[in-house]
């Protein structure tokens, strides 16, 4: 059997910290290869050990049979090793070509040869069915398309093996399936590929074989003809993982959250919170569903404080909360997490202790006198980071070093433990693995027994439905409808969330 | 491995500053010589200003010169000022290097010296422009409004507008000696004669300067006595300019300090002007000169206020006189006599210049 | 964690040694030598007592600069106007310092806070543009640098004195100048500054790693968004923020005007000490305790450079180029730490 890429035993170490214990990979000539684990179990160090970014403290790389050092990307573009990055390294104004040759542009005469890049670029272009124009600027195309420049950049140096690094996090479904069009057009061509993901449906759609990994060990190489998600799951995750959240039927009280005829605008004026109601009350989760840009943020900032409202009323326990500053709002008894946890949720340069009293640490025991007390602090983190299952070297470490699912748990945890009588979940679980989003609807629905209100917003159907116990669909910044997530189907929902279908579901609003 | 690194850099950082410290200590002047020492410091201008420190300073090398000595820290030297705050140091750092006699160049180091002549009481210093009234130091002081009278005598006598413009630098009493010297030179041969008095407010912004002399131009003055140090070279421009779009224009500058010829040249097509009418010179390098002189003689000076006037060639008119007409020439010299001889005081500031005018009447 | 800390360390030291010996190759193509040059430099600030105490009292200045800039920098603000609230901070100590007649235990603390009142005040209003009409502050400052220089040179010239250029001597009562000081180091203008500037960056640790405010001012300096979801006032301490920055520059200038000189004359142009404070920022990694060592280097240069000139006859232009050098170098620190890593991988 041959293959184009074997690493073999690859350790790689950071201080204490093993990211890569042993792990072997190997990837046959045109197969689509997934390398499948955790957030922070090690496919990017493993993947960066490939590309040359970074040196491996211990295993051997092979490269169509031949071992090789890789010292530096360079090494890795010259024996046809491409990375198509998550987040696109690309110059905005310049147009394709020019992104695509930036570093090996073609010279005639000292100047560069645009017009024969050109002809490359098309010529590849058309080969795989990617239909990029050479000469589209990168502002004027798509998120796919510029996907699409990437891989075109790593073919135009010769690539034969193709990294894609989580490359489907920032596509539409539509976009998705065509990716996956391409990527059985280029292992057609005689190309292999190794696909670094998360998510077992697109493993089961497109791969040949998967390697899983857990907390930087290798478990092992399966056909993905011969296993099924739930068992990829358990591997990954290293447990049963249920993919359908047990919940006892909810038992709602008293409201809790009361608006009525809110109206917020938008900083150019715009109506983007037009006139709504909505209700929550204890121990229920209300889903919010509806297609991004339908008022959802701005729902969520008006009920917080980061957002002046125009009109209306919002209640918390009777008590009237609108637009008071963030601060009152936090104290009168709501959790938020939000929706982008780099720009809201955490001091990303704060060590992962100190993010932890983010709203309480004006409070005792944490401040006394208007000093800060670390010792309270750091012993306040250390409880969150155990209870919650927060994986961080310590409670020192930057938050920025930390990966996207323990950031998430570490809102989760501040949030849930300042014990508050609304907990607001704006897209818990974007960009988190199967284990985590397990993790992080548990946490929800045991907030909903505790008596807890529970406010979901979220763009995934399958969360919202899965979750909820009341679903309200928003429709450009109106409640359009109020549906039981037991008695609705994923079409229905589409179509309100399109705004084709109106219905008043028998709930008061 | 690590550690053994920052060791051994270690290690060599401090060898390296004990060789250089040693060297150092090397250079330390010697306690006892013999030969006569003499350096000065100059303020921010440097001995390249064009002005009173580069008169000074030529002033200490034609001594050391004529005396035999060598430029050093046993001959002569000057140390250039960054900054107000060099000041001292510079000064101290002349003590500590056993000069005999140190010149601090210009007002702006009275205070600095005042200090340490107070703290070194047998240290000789002189201090230009400025009194400093310690018994170690030479306070040198110039005539400014006898020259500027005599150039106020040439401007009254070219002026055909009858409107004359005087450019000070800063607004204090040595610029004030200038003006109402000048002033007193115009009203004495001219009483029908205006004269426009404006400060820049600082003696190194040229386009103030220029500003200035633009305004004045246009409103129909044509003769400009500068005492602004650089801010005058924006003067000189501004003329130059207005000669080069309109060469029958008569339009003049009188400079300062220095002769300031040089600085008046304008090429039209082929043929060259000098809009300097003439300069009122201040013979820094006489002063200096002089004083250096008397102390190596035993005969220093000491908390006395010397004032270089024109009996002493400390001021006058400088050498280069081609645009000025030899009947006006005469009258000046006469004008120079009568000071000499003491038949006319010259006002220096701006209430003795009333009374002056008055006395005309 | 340890390993990193080293590397912030040996960081700077490296950008220095890389400045001088870039300095030294300057030196030698311009026909002069190094050696001479550089013992003349260290012999000019730590040769005696009197140059001991003259580097010192040069660096007082430059460490409350550097905190300042430093201050305003870990709270995510650049603050350019250093300069201009050092001006205005050293007009107003002079001014209560010539105006008053106090027992000193009243006075000097007196002329002191009200140069920190005035630098604050300074330090205000670009905070205030800032936070309220989003005014990018790096253009305020600037601007406001220029008109501390010409009001407070107005005022020297109308208020503090008649017309003159200066204004007269402070009391006694609030000067900083020690005879004891100056007589240890042989007359030099060494004064008390150095204790206070020292209590500066105390100050300046304690605030911002201590204190329930600083932890504020360093979250919205890293994040305004997420200071605004906890529920902080981040117009109110971006305000702050400028205001505590130009309370350390306007002492600075009380360093100046209380110590150094005694009073304070109409400049032609800046004192450069703000504008330096800047580089001794950069160089002291924004931190209390490495200020204060690149404020001493600094100070050791300016000092020590009066003496290159007349032992080695080198320019005093050429030790700018070497303070500019290890600015160069200190700023292309990734460089630095390029080879430093590349040199510890070797080692292993």
New interface residues.
């Given amino acids: 059997m041959e293959y184009v890429i074997e690493m073999l035993n690859i350790r790689k170490v950071f201080?204490n910290f093993v990211a890569n214990d042993n792990i072997t990979l190997q990837v046959k000539k045109g197969e689509i290869h997934a390398l499948l684990g955790e957030n922070g179990a090690g496919k990017s160090t493993l993947m960066n050990v490939l590309f040359g970014l970074y040196?491996p403290d211990g295993g051997e790389i092979r490269v169509k049979g031949q071992p090789v050092k890789i010292a530096n990307p360079n090494v890795a573009n010259d024996l046809g090793i491409g990375m198509v990055h998550q987040h696109f390294m690309l110059v905005d104004t310049f147009t394709v070509t020019e992104n695509i040759i930036l570093g090996s542009e073609p010279t005639k005469a000292g100047k560069m040869d645009i017009a024969r890049a050109e002809a490359e670029v098309r010529e590849l272009s058309e080969r795989y069915g990617l239909a990029v124009d050479p000469t589209a600027k990168i502002s004027d195309i798509s998120v796919g398309m510029q996907q699409r420049v990437e891989i075109l950049k790593t073919l135009y140096r010769g690539a034969d093996i193709l990294i894609f690094d989580e490359p489907t996090a920032v596509l539409t479904p539509q976009e998705i399936q065509e990716l996956i069009q391409i990527m059985r057009a280029l292992v057609r061509e005689g190309k292999s590929i190794i696909l670094i993901t998360h998510k077992l449906k697109e493993i089961m759609e497109v791969c040949d074989r998967v390697t899983v990994i857990r907390r930087g060990k290798g478990i092992g190489t399966l056909n993905v003809a011969e296993t099924n998600p739930n068992e990829l799951a358990a591997l990954m995750v290293g447990r049963e993982v249920h993919f359908k959240t047990d919940k006892k039927p909810a038992q709602p009280g008293k409201e809790v959250l009361e608006i009525q005829d809110l109206v917020v605008k938008d900083a150019r004026g715009v109506t983007v919170v037009d006139h709504l109601n909505l209700t929550v009350r204890a121990g229920e989760i209300v889903g919010i569903a509806g297609v991004d840009g339908n008022g959802q943020t701005e729902l969520v900032e008006a009920i917080?404080g980061?957002m002046k409202a125009e009109s209306g009323s919002i209640k918390l326990n009777g008590k009237d909360i609108f637009n008071l500053?963030?601060?009152?709002i936090?104290?009168a008894g709501i959790g938020?997490i939000?929706q982008d946890r780099h720009?809201?949720?955490?001091?990303?340069?704060?060590p992962i202790g100190?993010n932890m009293v983010?709203?309480t640490?004006?409070q005792e025991p944490y401040?006394k006198r208007?000093?800060?007390n670390f010792k309270a602090i750091y012993e306040k983190a250390r409880q969150l980071i155990a209870e919650f299952d927060v994986r961080t070297p310590d409670e020192?470490t930057q938050a920025r070093a930390l990966s996207g699912g323990n950031q998430q748990k570490a809102i989760i945890g501040r949030e849930v433990d300042r014990n508050p009588d609304l907990l607001i979940a704006a897209q818990p679980t974007r960009g988190l693995d199967v284990g985590a989003i397990e993790f992080i609807h548990k946490r929800l629905i045991e907030q909903r027994d505790q008596g807890k209100a529970v406010l979901l917003v979220s763009f995934e159907l399958d969360e919202v439905m899965n979750v909820s116990d009341r679903i309200a669909v928003i429709y450009e910044g109106k409640i359009v409808a109020i549906v039981d997530p037991k008695e609705t189907t994923e079409q229905e929902l589409g179509l309100l969330m399109a705004g084709s279908k109106q219905k008043e579901a028998g709930v008061s609003s | 491995m690590k550690k053994k690194r920052i060791g051994l850099a270690l290690s060599l950082v401090l060898a390296a500053s004990t060789l250089l410290g040693g060297c150092g200590q090397a250079q330390k002047a010697g306690e006892k010589k013999d030969n006569f020492t003499v350096a000065m410091v100059t303020d921010v201008g440097g001995i390249d200003d064009k002005s009173f420190n580069q008169s000074a300073w030529e002033g200490l090398q034609k001594f050391g010169e004529d005396n035999g000595m060598k430029k050093g820290k046993d001959g002569y030297d000057y140390l250039q000022s960054q900054s107000d705050a060099d000041y001292a140091t510079n000064l101290n750092k002349l003590v500590r290097s056993n000069f005999d006699l140190i010149y601090g160049i210009g007002f702006l180091m009275t205070d600095a010296i005042t200090k340490i002549a107070e703290q070194k009481p047998k240290q000789k210093f002189a201090i230009v422009d400025s009194v400093v009234d310690k018994p170690n130091v030479a306070s040198i002081t110039f005539k400014e409004h006898e020259g500027s009278f005599l150039v106020g005598v040439v401007a009254g006598l070219t002026t055909k507008t009858n409107k004359i413009g005087f450019v000070g630098g800063m607004e204090i009493p040595l610029i004030e000696k200038f003006e109402s010297g000048f002033r007193a030179g115009v009203k004495a041969v001219n009483p029908k004669a205006t004269v426009e008095v404006q400060y820049a407010g600082a003696f190194d912004q040229a386009d103030k300067g220029k500003a200035i002399a633009s305004s004045m131009y246009a409103s129909g003055i044509d003769v400009i006595y500068h005492a602004a140090g650089a801010t005058g070279n924006g003067v000189f421009s501004e003329a130059k300019d207005l000669k080069t779009k309109d060469p029958s224009r008569e339009l003049w500058v009188i400079g300062v300090d220095k002769d300031q010829a040089p600085e008046g040249e304008v090429k039209v097509g082929d043929k060259t002007y000098n809009v300097t009418l003439t300069s009122m010179v201040k013979r820094v390098d006489v002063a200096v000169y002089d004083v250096a002189k008397k102390a190596k003689e035993g005969q220093f000076p000491g908390g006395k206020v010397l004032e270089y006037g024109l009996p002493e060639n400390g001021v006058g008119i400088a050498p280069t006189q081609d645009n000025i007409k030899p009947e006006i020439l005469k009258i000046v010299d006469e004008w120079k006599q009568k000071i000499i001889k003491g038949e006319v005081k010259v006002p220096t500031t701006r209430d003795e210049y009333k009374q002056f005018e008055a006395s005309l009447k | 964690m340890s390993s990193n800390r080293l590397t912030n360390f040996l960081v700077p030291v490296f950008a220095v040694l890389l400045g001088m010996i870039a300095g030294s190759i300057v030196m030698l193509v311009s026909g002069y030598d190094p050696i001479a040059g550089y013992s003349a430099l260290i012999y000019g600030a730590f040769g005696d007592s009197y140059y001991i105490g003259e580097t010192i009292r040069q660096t007082t200045p430059y460490i409350l600069a550097g905190l300042a800039v430093a201050f305003a920098f870990r709270t995510g603000l650049f603050n350019i106007g250093v300069e201009g609230q050092l001006i205005v901070g050293w007009l107003a100590a002079v001014w209560v310092g010539v105006s008053f007649d106090l027992p000193k235990v009243i006075h000097l603390p007196l002329a002191i806070l009200a140069a920190a009142a005035a630098g604050a005040l300074w330090a205000f209003i670009p905070g205030f543009l800032k936070a309220r009409f989003k005014v990018h502050e790096v253009i305020i400052t600037i601007m406001m640098n220029y008109i501390a220089l010409h009001v407070s040179n107005a005022v020297i010239r109308s208020v503090l004195s008649d017309k003159g250029f200066k204004s007269a001597k402070i009391h006694e009562s609030a000067s900083l100048q020690s005879e004891f000081l100056q007589s240890i180091t042989d007359y030099s203008t060494l004064h008390y500054g150095i204790i206070i500037a020292l209590i500066g960056a105390v100050v300046m640790w304690f605030l911002l790693e201590k204190t329930t405010k600083g932890y504020e001012l360093r979250a919205v300096g890293f994040n305004q968004h997420a200071s605004q979801y906890a529920g902080m006032n981040v117009p109110r301490n971006i305000i702050l923020a400028m205001v505590i920055s130009g309370a350390f520059a306007g002492v600075a200038g009380a360093m100046e005007g209380l110590g150094t000189f005694g009073n304070i004359s109409v400049k032609a142009g800046f004192t450069g000490v703000g504008f330096d404070g800047i580089a001794v920022a950069l160089l002291g990694s924004n931190n209390a305790f490495g200020i204060i060592l690149s404020a001493f280097l600094f100070g050791a240069l300016k000092v020590g450079a009066l003496e290159m000139p007349s032992s080695a006859d080198v320019p005093t232009e050429l030790v700018d180029i070497v303070i500019a050098l290890i600015i160069f170098f200190v700023a292309s620190s990734y460089l630095i730490r390029l080879l430093l890593s590349r040199f510890q991988k070797e080692g292993k």
């Fill in positions: 201080g040196q917080t980061l500053p963030p601060r009152k936090t104290e938020h939000p720009k809201h949720g955490l001091v990303l340069d704060f100190e983010l709203q640490y004006y401040s208007g000093i800060l020192y």
